[in-house]
């Protein structure tokens, strides 16, 4: 409906549509609806198809994730946004009697320890019993109920993962533990990883308990700790997917947008504002143009920095400084019965000091439902990122036998799979380095400026789902905002 007072459309262009665009574009939609003023969401996807990272196939009775095979429900704007499209029926948890995995140690798979989180034990005893740590690295590991705690404030000085592992609990404890499990989530080096954007928890235990281990054990005992409240490490009745696959969120979303707003293998090359008009430009690569009242960009950090440029070179440079790795996964089904290997749990983690050129390993059969076929077993192998850049270099083939030389030693599988899937993700999961929330800051304070321009993606506040619906929404909803104020 049109107000008489401002009959003009404003138009938006959201541009990228992985889950940050869609969500941006689902947000925008649901607003304009219950609003006097026309709204004219836009977006435009350089691919062609909508979903970015988020890619599901079926091959057979096998479901295949390419990217995301969950997400976490403690951030609650996933599993809000699945509730809002009408797929709260469909969400699934993972299978309740197997949530452990395993960590390579020494070419064997070990339990992780239960209660191990990320980089601490709360419970004791099965930490101690497994062979994960050497007695030194117990030792050393437990003079963090002694060392004094570093001075500094929460919001102080950041400081990488590694350097807080080692500081604390040892060296061994990140080489074979907080790596694996740390790198497992954000595919990332911890020697350059900001503790304070990616696992603040921590900092705060140190600064209220001094020791870990001490701040550990007690919110064990604490019925609301911040190990019911806080994502991190598998803590996997924490993990959500949906029956069909992660791509039916994608579906949902794509559905909920009028089809004429959605325009594929339109990549953008060039952003413009024009000053007397206020509009903002798009140039896309096939020729087209479009002018915006507002633009949200939810892109990778870097391709919005390249956009931004010539706008605003400042912004851009912050922009072009968040970096990020590329990684890849390889499916592979099989029958059960050719896995000679006693499959327990959800997979393993890979260490760096193991040499291997895998990062971890899930067992998608046994992680959620109806992955397989009756019989069938489905790995889902993950390789690259920040510790292992060249591996992305292989072609299909060789990175299938690849990960089929570290299957026959660690599995004992040495039969063929029934069927491979390869997906290939180049730089896409953003690194959060040693300073990044100061770099955020510094980021939305450049955007000030333009208040018509909002940045969404997973470069800024999180690089799950929840955290990028999040962002998306919120850039949204102020597009949202300011239009009512302007108009
Ligand atoms: C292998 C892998 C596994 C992961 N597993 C999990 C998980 O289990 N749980 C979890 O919560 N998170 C996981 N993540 C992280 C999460 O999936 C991503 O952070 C999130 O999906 C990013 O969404 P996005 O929309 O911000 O970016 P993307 O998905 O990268 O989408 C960006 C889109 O922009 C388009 N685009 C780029 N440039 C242009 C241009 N110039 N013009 C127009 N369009 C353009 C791209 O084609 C793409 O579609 C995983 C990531 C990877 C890579």
Known sequence: MQNLKNPRVYRVAVVGGGISGLAATNRLLERAKGSQQAFDVQLFEADSRVGGTIHTVKDGD?????????????????????????????????????????????????????????????????????????????LRMAA?????????????????????????????????????????????????????????????????????????????????????????????????????????????LRKRIPSKSIHLDRQLVSLERNNISKQWMLQFQNGESFEADAVCLALPAYQSGNLLKNINPNLAKNLLKIEYTSTATVNLGYSVKDIPAPLNGFGFLVPEIENRPLLACSFSHLKFDSRAPKSGALLRIFLGGALQPAILDYDDRELINLVRIHLRELLEISREPRMSWVERHPNAMA??????????????????????????????????????????????????????NSS
């Not at 800024?460 to 597009?479: N, S």
Request: charged letters at 25%.
């Open 62 to 138: 096998f479901l295949l994730e390419g990217g995301p095979d969950s997400f976490i429900s403690e951030k609650p704007w996933a599993v809000a946004l699945c509730k809002r499209l009408g797929l709260e029926s469909r969400l699934i948890g993972t299978q309740e009697s197997l949530r452990h995995s395993s960590i390579v140690h020494q070419g064997k798979l070990q339990p992780i320890p239960k209660g191990f989180y990320l980089m601490a034990p709360s419970e004791f005893m099965s930490f101690f019993r497994s062979p994960i740590l050497s007695w030194s690295g117990k």
């Open 144 to 252: 963090d109920l002694v060392i004094p705690k570093k001075n500094q404030t929460i919001k102080g000085i950041d400081e990488s993962v590694a350097s807080f592992v080692c500081r604390r609990l040892g060296k061994q404890t990140l080489d074979r533990l907080a790596q694996p499990l740390i790198g497992g989530i954000y595919t990332s080096d911890p020697k350059k990883l900001s503790l304070q954007a990616t696992f603040p928890k921590f900092l705060e235990m140190e600064q209220q308990h001094r020791s870990l281990l001490i701040a550990m054990w007690k919110s064990r005992k604490k019925e609301s700790s911040f190990l019911d409240t806080r994502p991190a490490g598998p803590r996997y009745g924490l993990f959500l997917s949906l029956d069909g696959g992660m791509e039916l969120l994608v579906d949902a």
């Open 431 to 484: 690194q959060y380095r040693v300073g990044h929330l100061d770099l955020v800051k510094e980021i939305d304070a450049g955007l000030s400026k333009w208040p018509h321009l909002k940045l969404a993606g997973n470069g800024f506040q999180g690089v799950g789902i929840p955290d990028c619906i999040h962002r998306a929404e919120g850039c949204a909803d102020e597009i949202f905002k300011q239009n009512l």
